[in-house]
């Protein structure tokens, strides 16, 4: 794997274990943004769940930088890229009004994550050899 997508795949993985543990261990700054007053226990979980998809994520993604055939690589990398895309796009254009969340939380929160998607196909592109 090319220096550039090893770089960004390792941050993304990075990245996802940072969101793992904060919405693992952490979760309350992360759900004081939406609308909902004090965080019960189903929504604790909720962050929980997300945190345990976020490693699993991670997870997945770090096996493609021990793969040979960069075909494969690539099509897990652009997977990533595609779950991330899907996620800005759906934040922007229905679930972040409907959360409530604030106007500048929503346009960062979807940035990232049209960001993240972003360099992903750029990692997946710079990844041609076989």
């Known amino acids: ?6 770089f960004i795949v390792v941050v993304y993985v990075l990245f996802n274990l940072l969101i793992a543990y904060t919405a693992i261990v952490a979760p309350a700054p992360l759900d004081a943004t939406y ?13 929980f769940s ?3 998809f976020h490693l699993f994520v991670a997870a997945v ?5 021990r793969m ?3 075909r494969e690589r690539r099509a897990i990398v652009l997977a990533n890229a595609g779950f991330y895309a899907w996620d800005a796009a759906t934040q ?3 679930w972040g009004h409907h959360v409530g969340l604030a106007p500048a ?3 960062v929160n979807a940035g990232v994550s049209a960001a993240c998607a972003a360099l992903l196909v750029l990692a997946a592109w710079r990844d041609s050899g076989e």
């Open 92 to 94: 922007w254009l229905y």
């Open 68 to 70: 040979r055939r960069a």
């Open 50 to 52: 997300i945190g345990s």
């Open 1 to 6: 794997m090319p220096r550039v997508s090893k």
């Open 105 to 107: 939380d929503l346009h």
């Open 61 to 65: 993604t770090s096996i493609a930088l």
């Open 35 to 47: 609308r909902g007053g004090a965080m019960t226990p189903t929504r604790e979980f909720m962050w």
